[in-house]
């Protein structure tokens, strides 16, 4: 039983980082996140997020992207092909001004379809680390 629990626990945390990878951008090669999110507008759909904290407005945009059962993400696209079981979408801060600049503020669900506790629980992971590397970078 507990090599079970230790062995789903590695399993997420790969995933997560392979998750992450997909987000996170280096000096010399650009993320497909953010490839992504460079390619959408602002406002739109995505909206804008008020944060509670200072009273301000910050426009967002939408990263959607298909991803596996398992929460592994597969690709970040706004393609509209049907193969993928599963469609989600971040919506992201896109303001310069706003002190975590691409930070995810909220997961959506674009195929309307049951999603599975353990993808909820990855994609709520992936969430968690990309935020938190982004506060740290922000230091």
Same mark, same amino acid.
């Given at each position: 039983?507990?090599?079970?629990?230790?062995?789903?626990?590695?399993?997420?945390?790969?995933?997560?980082?392979?998750?992450?990878?997909?987000?996170?951008?280096?000096?010399?090669?650009?993320?497909?996140?953010?490839?992504?999110?460079?390619?959408?507008?602002?406002?739109?759909?995505?909206?804008?997020?008020?944060?509670?904290?200072?009273?301000?407005?910050?426009?967002?945009?939408?990263?959607?992207?298909?991803?596996?059962?398992?929460?592994?993400?597969?690709?970040?696209?706004?393609?509209?092909? *049907?193969?993928?079981?599963?469609?989600?979408?971040? $919506? @992201? %801060? #896109?303001?310069?001004?706003?002190?975590?600049?691409? &930070?995810?503020?909220?997961?959506?669900?674009?195929? *309307?379809?049951?999603?599975?506790?353990?993808?909820? $629980? @990855? %994609? #709520?992971?992936?969430?968690?680390?990309?935020?938190? &590397?982004?506060?740290?970078?922000?230091?």
């Amino acid at each position: 039983m507990e090599s079970e629990k230790l062995e789903e626990f590695k399993n997420f945390r790969r995933i997560v980082r392979h998750n992450i990878d997909k987000m996170i951008s280096t000096f010399d090669c650009i993320s497909e996140f953010h490839k992504e999110l460079l390619e959408e507008s602002i406002g739109g759909n995505a909206g804008e997020y008020f944060d509670k904290e200072n009273g301000m407005k910050y426009p967002c945009a939408a990263a959607n992207f298909y991803v596996k059962e398992n929460g592994e993400i597969i690709k970040f696209t706004n393609d509209v092909r *049907n193969d993928f079981p599963y469609k989600m979408g971040f $919506r @992201v %801060i #896109v303001d310069l001004g706003y002190p975590v600049d691409a &930070k995810v503020v909220g997961i959506s669900n674009l195929k *309307n379809k049951y999603i599975p506790d353990d993808l909820k $629980r @990855v %994609i #709520v992971g992936t969430v968690a680390v990309y935020n938190s &590397k982004l506060e740290e970078l922000a230091k």
